[in-house]
């Protein structure tokens, strides 16, 4: 059982390692922003930690608390795209994706959400 515990809480420390809010703008012919979120959750939905939304491209989570949601990839976006100076955004995308890092004890959680901006 202690190895057990020893195994799930190293897992945790990879995962949060990991984890956390990101912004990336890539110019393939037109701006594209990229926006990916992800936490970690205990039993499947028990938070433990997730992207902090105030810091992205940084190694700061929120503990505790679930950001892994559409609605704060899309504040994201949209605050990535008045920074950029675009009227807009098209082309919109979000998909949701999952990972089991301990079965049944530990899940990593992730939404990646892309949008093409319009200046």
Not at 39 to 62: A, E, H, K
Request: glycine letters at 6%.
């Amino acid at each position: 059982m202690k190895r057990l515990l020893v195994k799930a809480f190293a897992a945790a420390a990879v995962a949060a390692a990991a984890g956390c809010a990101s912004v990336e703008i890539s110019n393939h012919g037109a701006d594209t922003i990229v926006i990916q979120n992800s936490g970690g959750f205990l039993f499947y939905c028990i938070p433990l930690f997730s992207g902090d939304p105030d810091y992205p491209n940084q190694q700061v989570c929120n503990w505790f608390s679930n950001t892994v949601k559409v609605e704060t990839n899309i504040r994201l976006l949209n605050e990535e795209a008045e920074r950029q100076g675009a009227r807009g955004y098209r082309n919109l995308a979000s998909h949701p994706d999952d990972e089991t890092i301990i079965f049944l004890l530990l899940k990593r959680k992730m939404y990646r959400t892309s949008a093409e901006l319009v200046k």
